[in-house]
């Protein structure tokens, strides 16, 4: 039986990209995104397209956002293509585009996941996490940011709160010279909000850009939150924290059907991801089948009763040794 340091060695294998392989997955979601974007405007070169087609165009346009996503967070891991310049100027537009530049993404996400579960420092890179006894202690102002940021509401519209706000907006209000890119990205948001208003109407706005932002926010938010934030899950001090432990206790394993894995990307696999994140996302199936430790994780699923069982999630109980919702914080 591996343990260890040497289930991070046996992943070690996996951890090489295919060159070809990688730019099809890129170039040809990219296409399928340019076909659907072009699909949702109310007319392209002469033709005139359906309202009908328009929405279901727009709704795969978000799905497609998420896929071509978590492919970028794979290449600025240089889990793939990570010799190619041509791919590194790619997906730093396409991090402006996506409302994730690349300054904020990599120094918020590189430091999750060397902290990934440790009590102090969580909630850089993704969700805050309270103790219950912090909690209690808490002002009602300091309880009432907390929740918010955790609230099902907020993670639905993760395209404002998550991403706008949070990934470009305060960024750069906050370090304006370490995140110029975050203000690049909030005047191409809004500049291609007024263009597509302008020259084909708010159709074209809602269509377009809100609503496949709207989609691939919301999904790409949640799964944030249930890659950390599940039954099951732990949490440590620092005296016991170990960075292989955390990827297998503290990350999910987020169980999907074939078509809901495509276009999340396998990010699903997150504890194999958080074991070593340089195994390109198109691998981490094949980890799972040939290291038998990593068989058995910590699952959860997009299955309605299990989102419920995370969102309700909200305290961690260090005498417990798990979350807790608010219902139970009294009882405890």
Same mark, same amino acid.
């Given at each position: 039986?591996?343990?260890?340091?040497?289930?991070?060695?046996?992943?070690?294998?996996?951890?090489?990209?295919?060159?070809?392989?990688?730019?099809?997955?890129?170039?040809?979601?990219?296409?399928?995104?340019?076909?659907?974007?072009?699909?949702?405007?109310?007319?392209?070169?002469?033709? $005139?397209?359906? /309202? =009908?087609?328009?929405?279901?165009?727009?709704?795969?346009?978000?799905? !497609?956002? &998420?896929? #071509?996503?978590?492919?970028?967070?794979?290449?600025?891991?240089?889990?793939?293509?990570?010799?190619?310049?041509?791919?590194?100027?790619?997906?730093?537009?396409?991090?402006?585009?996506?409302?994730?530049?690349?300054?904020?993404?990599?120094?918020?996400?590189?430091?999750?996941?060397?902290?990934?579960?440790?009590?102090?420092?969580?909630?850089?890179?993704?969700?805050?996490?309270?103790?219950?006894?912090?909690?209690?202690?808490?002002?009602?102002?300091?309880?009432?940011?907390?929740?918010?940021?955790?609230?099902?509401?907020?993670?639905?519209?993760?395209?404002?709160?998550?991403?706008?706000?949070?990934?470009?907006?305060?960024?750069?209000?906050?370090?304006?010279?370490?995140?110029?890119?975050?203000?690049?990205?909030?005047?191409? $948001?809004?500049? /291609? =909000?007024?263009?597509?208003?302008?020259?084909?109407?708010?159709?074209? !706005?809602? &269509?377009? #850009?809100?609503?496949?932002?709207?989609?691939?926010?919301?999904?790409?938010?949640?799964?944030?939150?249930?890659?950390?934030?599940?039954?099951?899950?732990?949490?440590?001090?620092?005296?016991?924290?170990?960075?292989?432990?955390?990827?297998?206790?503290?990350?999910?394993?987020?169980?999907?059907?074939?078509?809901?894995?495509?276009?999340?990307?396998?990010?699903?696999?997150?504890?194999?991801?958080?074991?070593?994140?340089?195994?390109?996302?198109?691998?981490?199936?094949?980890?799972?089948?040939?290291?038998?430790?990593?068989?058995?994780?910590?699952?959860?699923?997009?299955?309605?009763?299990?989102?419920?069982?995370?969102?309700?999630?909200?305290?961690?109980?260090?005498?417990?040794?798990?979350?807790?919702?608010?219902?139970?914080?009294?009882?405890?």
């Amino acid at each position: 039986m591996l343990n260890g340091k040497e289930l991070i060695l046996a992943t070690r294998p996996f951890a090489a990209d295919s060159t070809a392989k990688s730019w099809w997955c890129v170039l040809s979601t990219t296409f399928l995104l340019a076909g659907c974007v072009v699909g949702t405007l109310p007319h392209f070169a002469g033709i $005139h397209f359906p /309202l =009908a087609g328009r929405i279901a165009c727009s709704l795969l346009s978000g799905l !497609l956002v &998420l896929r #071509l996503f978590v492919i970028y967070h794979d290449q600025q891991h240089h889990a793939i293509l990570s010799k190619s310049k041509l791919a590194e100027g790619f997906m730093r537009v396409f991090g402006i585009l996506s409302l994730s530049p690349s300054s904020i993404w990599r120094a918020s996400h590189n430091y999750h996941h060397k902290h990934n579960s440790k009590l102090r420092s969580a909630h850089i890179g993704s969700y805050p996490i309270m103790t219950r006894a912090q909690y209690l202690k808490s002002s009602k102002g300091q309880r009432i940011a907390y929740l918010f940021m955790r609230h099902p509401l907020t993670i639905l519209f993760g395209y404002f709160f998550v991403f706008l706000w949070g990934m470009c907006v305060y960024p750069f209000y906050n370090q304006p010279r370490e995140h110029r890119d975050c203000l690049i990205a909030t005047v191409v $948001h809004v500049t /291609l =909000a007024v263009l597509l208003t302008y020259f084909f109407g708010w159709p074209a !706005l809602l &269509l377009t #850009l809100i609503i496949p932002h709207f989609v691939a926010c919301a999904i790409g938010s949640y799964l944030f939150y249930a890659q950390h934030n599940f039954p099951g899950v732990s949490f440590y001090d620092r005296a016991g924290w170990a960075y292989e432990k955390a990827a297998l206790e503290s990350s999910s394993y987020l169980k999907t059907g074939p078509i809901m894995a495509w276009f999340t990307a396998n990010i699903g696999y997150h504890h194999i991801h958080h074991l070593n994140h340089r195994v390109p996302f198109y691998r981490l199936p094949e980890v799972l089948n040939k290291v038998p430790e990593l068989a058995k994780p910590k699952t959860t699923s997009l299955h309605p009763a299990d989102i419920i069982r995370c969102l309700r999630l909200k305290l961690w109980d260090v005498e417990a040794q798990q979350m807790i919702g608010l219902r139970n914080l009294d009882r405890c």
